[in-house]
């Protein structure tokens, strides 16, 4: 069975540590996206990537933040330097086409603590 | 400014009665809607979707109204379940692909 897959599940990280978090999209499915959640609040968008294409990246913060997706391997949202605000899931998603009408399935989300 | 809202954070029913959640927009490039159901510690699942030429989207227990003067859509659970407790997001998308979503609304079912 080819869903998301999302790892590592759980990551602590140090303050100033960087962490990555790997993205293996559903199969068949080109297109990723990256949404976070903080505590408390709902599922705010961060960036949607295509294969060696980043198409929209308006919810990365402007620092610290990148997201990449190779023409093979997973999808990696890396975050350097950091913070105890950073401490959030992260979730990504994948789709069949970048298309308006499509639908967007989820992993299971990884779960950033910075201490 | 937050273009898909869900002005309810909590809903609580009785099982066997009816949930409806609502979800409100403000965006007019919308055109295709979805609903997700999120249990604790888990990604979101995909319940139903709606798009904006209908009004009306059916699946099982799951009723997804479309309300597209109003910028208004709603999701009836009937009849909801112990099982269906959980949070449950709103989320539109316009032709771009991305979905926005809201705050999401955390129902409660009571047995």
């Known amino acids: 069975n080819a869903g998301v897959m999302q790892n590592p599940r759980h990551l602590v990280r140090r303050r100033g540590q960087e962490a990555r978090l790997r993205c293996s999209p559903m199969k068949g499915h080109s297109h990723v996206y990256w949404y976070r959640q903080l505590p408390e609040e709902g599922l705010k968008f961060m960036v949607y990537?295509?294969?060696?294409?980043?198409?929209?990246e308006s919810g990365m913060p402007k620092e610290r933040f990148s997201a990449e997706f190779p023409k093979e391997g997973p999808s990696i949202l890396r975050i350097q330097q950091v913070v105890r605000g950073d401490s959030a899931a992260y979730f990504c998603?994948?789709?069949?086409?970048?298309?308006?009408?499509?639908?967007?399935?989820f992993g299971e989300g990884s779960w950033l603590t910075v201490v | 400014d937050q273009q898909v809202k869900q002005n309810s954070p909590s809903l609580s029913v009785q099982e066997g009665r009816i949930s409806i959640l609502n979800c409100d927009y403000t965006n007019s490039m919308f055109d295709y809607f979805l609903w997700y159901k999120k249990y604790p510690a888990e990604g979101p699942t995909f319940l139903i979707s709606i798009s904006s030429i209908k009004d009306k989207n059916e699946d099982g227990r799951f009723t997804v109204f479309l309300n597209k003067s109003a910028k208004h859509l709603s999701l009836h659970i009937v009849p909801s379940q112990p099982g269906d407790s959980a949070v449950y997001f709103c989320a539109a998308n316009t032709n771009a692909g991305k979905s926005t979503f809201g705050d999401g609304t955390t129902l409660t079912v009571k047995p």
């Open positions: 990537l295509q294969k060696e294409n980043i198409i929209d």
């Open positions: 998603a994948s789709s069949l086409s970048g298309t308006g009408g499509n639908t967007i399935y």
